[in-house]
């Protein structure tokens, strides 16, 4: 959503600037403030539930064999959920008293016609953080499942082989 309103917002100010010699006032402050933050911090919660993260794989390639495990999977799973779990409450509790900082100071930027409030968008960085440790709590769960009873939880199991075989054609399509 941040990206379209973000979108609209930029192709209003090309049209007000090229027809009307008037560029939209603030637009770059809105767009830095606002949109971009809600893109880049409201989206870490859908990045985490799809297990979209950048992952180096350092202690899968140690243990090599053992890694077909399912408990030491989980075992791996509960260490790096804890670890992101902390690190994301951590950034939850920063990220909120800056924001309340913001906020009792009712940050904003001033132009020469009116102030743009932007304290409102620093609750977005603490609000993407929480709901990735959110995520991350739901992760530790399945994790721990899997420890205690050695299945993956349904839907959450780890890519193998393709079930029906290859793609004969090579085009993806069966």
Do not use: K
Not at 119 to 132: E, M, S
Not at 167 to 173: E, I, L, M, N, Y
Request: aromatic share 8%.
């Amino acid at each position: 959503m941040a990206i379209l309103l973000m979108a609209a917002h930029v192709c209003m100010d090309v049209v007000a600037r090229n027809l009307a010699a008037t560029p939209l006032t603030g637009t770059t402050e809105v767009v830095s403030y606002w949109y971009m933050v809600a893109i880049v911090f409201c989206t870490l919660g859908g990045v985490q539930a799809r297990d979209a993260h950048i992952r180096v794989d350092l202690v899968n390639i140690a243990i090599g064999r053992w890694r077909s495990a399912p408990r030491i999977d989980g075992a791996l799973t509960v260490l790096t959920a804890l670890l992101f779990l902390a690190a994301c409450l951590g950034l939850v509790f920063y990220t909120g008293d800056q924001a309340l900082t913001a906020t009792l100071r009712a940050e904003r930027v001033e132009f020469t016609s009116h102030a743009l409030p932007v304290w409102p968008g620093r609750w977005l960085v603490p609000l993407g953080f929480a709901l990735t440790a959110w995520v991350s709590a739901c992760d530790l769960v399945r994790a721990v499942r899997l420890v205690i009873t050695g299945r993956h939880s349904i839907g959450h199991a780890p890519a193998g082989p393709d079930p029906v075989g290859p793609d004969p054609v090579g085009q993806g399509a069966r």
